[in-house]
T-cell receptor, first 109, second 116 residues
C-alpha cells in the first residue's frame, strides 16, 4: 500500500522557536491533511490542502501542498507548551486516509 | 455534538480472554473506521464501514479480530482470544460523505488495551 515518509520522527524545541516538519509520498495525491494528536486523545484535523501549491494558515500553523503534489510541509511559529503532541500528515484519494508515522513534538519551557 | 464515543477508555485483560471495544460514531456520518496505534507501527487502519457495510478489512491482522456494525450508531471490534501483542490504543473514527470535500475524519478518544 501507499506509504508516507514523515520527518523528523521527533523534535525537542525551546518555547518560542519555530518548527517545521514535512511529508513525502511516491505518488501524486489530490488532498493532504495535517492532524494533531494531544497526549491521551485521538487525532484532530488542523489543516486540509486541496490544491497543488496551496498555502493555508490556521493561527500559528501554516501548511503547504507541494507543487509536485507529492509532498507537504507544516510550520508552527513561536511554539508554546500546548503545541506538544504528535503531528500526522495524511493523504486521501478514493480510498481511506493513509497516515504518516507522525512527528512527536516536545516543547521545553 | 458529543463527538465519537468509545468505551471502555482503558481495558486490562489476560491473554486468552475475549475483548470487545465499542464505538458510537457521530450522528449522520456514514463512514466508520477502526484504527490501531502502536509506537512501532504508528496508526494502522484495521477496517472501515460505509452505511454499516464492511468495505475493506484487509488491515485486520488475524482471524482473532472481528468487527461489526449492526446499525448506524454502533460498532464493535472484538479480539478473541487476545494476546499480549494486541496491546495498543484502538481508535474509532467517523466521517460524512465521500470525495475531496469530505475528507475530515473525526476520531474518538481511543481505548487503551493492555493484554497481560
Amino acid at each position: 500500500g501507499q506509504q508516507l515518509n514523515q520527518s523528523p520522527q521527533s523534535m525537542f524545541i525551546q518555547e518560542g522557536e519555530d518548527v517545521s516538519m514535512n511529508c513525502t509520498s511516491s505518488s501524486i495525491f489530490n488532498t493532504w491533511l495535517w492532524y494533531k494528536q494531544d497526549p491521551g486523545e485521538g487525532p484532530v484535523l488542523l489543516i486540509a490542502l486541496y490544491k497543488a501549491g496551496e498555502l493555508t494558515s490556521n493561527g500559528r500553523l501554516t501548511a503547504q501542498f507541494g507543487i509536485t503534489r507529492k509532498d507537504s510541509f507544516l510550520n508552527i511559529s513561536a511554539s508554546i507548551p500546548s503545541d506538544v503532541g504528535i503531528y500526522f500528515c495524511a493523504i486521501s484519494g478514493n480510498t481511506p486516509l493513509v497516515f504518516g508515522k507522525g512527528t512527536r513534538l516536545s516543547v521545553i519551557a | 455534538d458529543a463527538g465519537v464515543i468509545q468505551s471502555p477508555r482503558h481495558e486490562v485483560t489476560e491473554m486468552g480472554q475475549e475483548v470487545t471495544l465499542r464505538c458510537k460514531p457521530i450522528s449522520g456520518h456514514d463512514y466508520l473506521f477502526w484504527y490501531r496505534q502502536t509506537m512501532m507501527r504508528g496508526l494502522e487502519l484495521l477496517i472501515y464501514f460505509n452505511n454499516n457495510v464492511p468495505i475493506d478489512d484487509s488491515g485486520m491482522p488475524e482471524d482473532r479480530f472481528s468487527a461489526k456494525m449492526p446499525n448506524a450508531s454502533f460498532s464493535t471490534l472484538k479480539i478473541q482470544p487476545s494476546e499480549p501483542r494486541d496491546s495498543a490504543v484502538y481508535f474509532c473514527a467517523s466521517k460524512k460523505g465521500a470525495g475531496d470535500s469530505y475528507n475530515e475524519q473525526f476520531f474518538g478518544p481511543g481505548t487503551r488495551l493492555t493484554v497481560l
